[in-house]
């Protein structure tokens, strides 16, 4: 057991010298800062700026000592909160490292179950958004696994301490099996929250609890149905209107058939998600060959179980469309890279967030992301107009590479710089991602 230690000279020394098969799963303020929020309404421009690649970066412990980090926050430029997996948030400034809100009396951990998803509400400071997996609840049948809950809880002021009795259940999900559980809650720049679901578990998207498809040369296929569960898709909710949410009314499948909150299907397991301006990335974790990012776009379907990537799943040729809903196409990722071969590749992907910040200008407008399996490397996608993104290992200072063995998530400051979650030789910590 490490001891957990929050690295105050970090926090503050950046406020002087810088301008953010599955995944386990800062300085200036929302006034001042020179890249477009992640509540913002217009996409920034998607072309790099020109300036190289770095040809390494270096890792700046905030925080070690730590077990499963998987989500952060910053709620302000002197504080942050850390998720950790096994159900506790903390608080983190530069003169505490406290418990903000302790859920293991609730939270249900093992495999990819726990706290998974973290997220502040973009007006409000005192509405903190979690994502958990909870023992089975009423409505869950009893051969499934576990139940997966959306909840709020409230804040106070100072935004110091959270309240665990004012927890206020959003949505429940039953979950068929322990694993592709996602986890990813994130507010988009239309103030409506986006929460990545997994297709229930198991391998395939079939078997118990898994939807039959249209597709009759694979069995299963929540990821393809929009009917009958929420599962294998990415939701939108109004979390400021209706009892417990409300639906935009411009939702896809709103007065169509299918279930209202669903915003895009065709997932596997998208564990992290993220936006800037306007567009939402979705990475989405393979089952034995690809992984994948994809721009993600109201009403689109992503694939999975008919393919994993833009690779049939199953036997070729995989349709080009679905037959249901009106032929509707089956959307290609921006980001593939397979399991094996290449520079780069690994096992399951941890989406990132494009570079907005100042201390890396080689990084503008870069999606940075990488693997659970990450071996002391990041991977940077440069983007293009058509077809698949050119990718490239964005390698780790040889001291650092060993506080990177898996890579669990990613954070974003206020100032756009990024974060990743990681566990090496010494255990687990956030590290600021800076120049060496």
Same mark, same amino acid.
């Given at each position: 057991?490490?001891? *957990?230690? =929050?690295?105050?000279?970090?926090?503050?020394?950046?406020?002087?010298?810088?301008?953010?098969?599955?995944?386990?799963? +800062?300085?200036?303020?929302?006034?001042?800062?020179? =890249?477009?929020?992640?509540?913002?309404?217009?996409?920034?421009?998607?072309?790099?700026?020109?300036?190289?690649?770095?040809?390494?970066?270096?890792?700046?412990?905030?925080?070690?000592?730590?077990?499963?980090?998987?989500?952060?926050?910053?709620?302000?430029?002197?504080? *942050?909160?850390?998720?950790?997996?096994?159900?506790?948030?903390?608080?983190?400034?530069?003169?505490?490292?406290?418990?903000?809100?302790?859920?293991?009396?609730?939270?249900?951990?093992?495999?990819?179950?726990?706290?998974?998803?973290?997220?502040?509400?973009? %007006?409000?400071?005192?509405?903190?958004?979690?994502?958990?997996?909870?023992?089975?609840?009423?409505?869950?049948?009893?051969?499934?696994?576990?139940?997966?809950?959306?909840?709020?809880?409230?804040?106070?002021?100072?935004?110091?301490?959270?309240?665990?009795? %004012?927890?206020?259940?959003?949505?429940?999900?039953?979950?068929?099996?322990?694993?592709?559980?996602?986890?990813?809650?994130?507010?988009?720049?239309?103030?409506?929250?986006?929460?990545?679901?997994?297709? +229930?578990?198991?391998?395939?998207?079939?078997?118990?609890?898994?939807?039959?498809?249209?597709?009759?040369?694979?069995? +299963?296929?929540?990821?393809?149905?929009?009917?009958?569960?929420?599962?294998?898709?990415?939701?939108?909710?109004?979390?400021?209107?209706?009892?417990?949410?409300?639906?935009?009314?411009?939702?896809?499948?709103?007065?169509?058939?299918?279930?209202?909150?669903?915003?895009?299907?065709?997932?596997?397991?998208?564990?992290?998600?993220?936006?800037?301006?306007?567009?939402?990335?979705?990475?989405?974790?393979?089952?034995?060959?690809?992984?994948?990012?994809?721009?993600?776009?109201?009403?689109?379907?992503?694939?999975?179980?008919?393919?994993?990537?833009?690779?049939?799943?199953?036997?070729?040729?995989?349709?080009?469309?679905?037959?249901?809903?009106?032929?509707?196409?089956?959307?290609?990722?921006?980001?593939?890279?397979?399991?094996?071969?290449?520079?780069?590749?690994?096992?399951?992907?941890?989406?990132?967030?494009?570079?907005?910040?100042?201390?890396?200008?080689?990084?503008?407008? *870069?999606?940075?992301?990488?693997?659970?399996?990450?071996?002391?490397?990041? =991977?940077?996608?440069?983007?293009?107009?058509?077809?698949?993104?050119?990718?490239?290992?964005?390698?780790?200072?040889?001291?650092?590479?060993?506080?990177?063995?898996?890579?669990?998530? =990613? +954070?974003?400051?206020?100032?756009?710089?990024?974060?990743?979650?990681?566990?090496?030789?010494?255990?687990?910590?956030?590290?600021?991602?800076?120049?060496?």
């Amino acid at each position: 057991m490490h001891r *957990r230690t =929050f690295l105050t000279a970090a926090l503050a020394g950046g406020a002087m010298g810088l301008a953010g098969c599955s995944g386990t799963a +800062g300085p200036g303020t929302a006034t001042d800062t020179e =890249f477009p929020p992640q509540t913002a309404s217009a996409t920034p421009e998607r072309t790099p700026d020109g300036t190289g690649v770095p040809a390494r970066v270096a890792l700046q412990p905030v925080a070690t000592g730590l077990s499963a980090p998987v989500d952060v926050v910053f709620p302000s430029a002197d504080h *942050r909160y850390v998720a950790e997996q096994s159900g506790i948030v903390y608080v983190q400034t530069e003169t505490a490292d406290e418990p903000l809100l302790d859920l293991r009396d609730r939270v249900e951990t093992g495999g990819e179950k726990g706290l998974l998803g973290l997220a502040l509400h973009p %007006s409000d400071e005192t509405r903190l958004f979690v994502r958990y997996s909870a023992p089975s609840r009423s409505g869950t049948p009893a051969n499934y696994s576990h139940t997966f809950v959306l909840a709020e809880f409230t804040l106070s002021a100072d935004g110091m301490t959270a309240d665990p009795d %004012s927890e206020r259940t959003l949505l429940e999900i039953p979950q068929p099996q322990s694993n592709h559980n996602a986890g990813s809650i994130v507010f988009g720049p239309d103030g409506y929250l986006y929460v990545g679901v997994g297709d +229930g578990g198991a391998g395939g998207d079939r078997g118990t609890g898994h939807a039959d498809d249209w597709y009759d040369a694979v069995d +299963g296929g929540n990821g393809q149905d929009v009917t009958e569960n929420l599962l294998g898709s990415v939701l939108r909710l109004d979390v400021d209107a209706g009892t417990p949410y409300a639906v935009p009314d411009d939702n896809p499948l709103v007065g169509r058939d299918g279930l209202d909150e669903q915003f895009a299907w065709g997932f596997r397991n998208p564990w992290r998600m993220s936006f800037d301006g306007d567009d939402l990335y979705v990475a989405d974790v393979g089952q034995s060959a690809y992984e994948e990012v994809s721009l993600v776009e109201k009403g689109s379907n992503y694939g999975w179980n008919v393919r994993e990537a833009t690779h049939c799943f199953g036997p070729e040729p995989c349709p080009e469309s679905a037959s249901v809903r009106g032929g509707e196409p089956l959307v290609d990722p921006v980001i593939e890279y397979p399991h094996s071969g290449g520079d780069v590749n690994g096992i399951s992907v941890i989406g990132g967030y494009v570079y907005r910040g100042a201390a890396l200008p080689g990084l503008h407008g *870069r999606y940075v992301f990488g693997d659970l399996n990450a071996g002391g490397r990041l =991977f940077v996608a440069t983007p293009t107009e058509s077809g698949l993104w050119p990718l490239q290992v964005l390698p780790v200072a040889e001291s650092d590479t060993e506080n990177l063995g898996r890579l669990l998530s =990613f +954070g974003r400051d206020l100032d756009g710089e990024l974060y990743a979650l990681a566990v090496g030789e010494s255990g687990a910590g956030v590290y600021r991602i800076v120049s060496v």
